[in-house]
């Protein structure tokens, strides 16, 4: 008999972000390559979220956010590593349809 697959549902107003892997180096605006072994001091990352609790009121499934990623618990589903926070730990959130935004675009 095959085990049950449960389905994962966030709670409150958990949000289960997936970050985006940086490339193994950047550059800066100047063209200066910057190596993937120098850490910047706290250095917020995009991600995209993946599951929101019933008490999220401003992202959802599928928004890329930006946060920091130190001291949020991580959690890991068939091999991919997923952080889970609440929504206020969040910075900022990029969607399509937005009722305020900077302007910016990713």
């Not at 997936?18 to 995009?46: C, F, H, Y």
């Not at 130190?70 to 997923?82: A, F, I, K, P, T």
């Amino acid at each position: 008999m095959a085990d049950p697959k449960f389905e994962i549902q966030m709670l409150h107003d958990r949000v289960m972000v997936k970050v985006e892997q940086d490339s193994e180096e950047r550059r800066s605006t100047a063209g200066i390559v910057i190596p993937a072994t120098v850490k910047m001091a706290n250095r917020l990352v995009w991600g995209e979220v993946c599951g929101v609790g019933a008490g999220a009121r401003t992202v959802k499934v599928g928004d890329k956010v930006l946060f920091n990623p130190e001291d949020q618990y991580e959690v890991e589903v068939h091999g991919q590593l997923y952080l889970v926070m609440r929504e206020r730990d969040l910075h900022a959130v990029a969607t399509l349809q937005t009722d305020n935004g900077t302007g910016l675009y990713l």
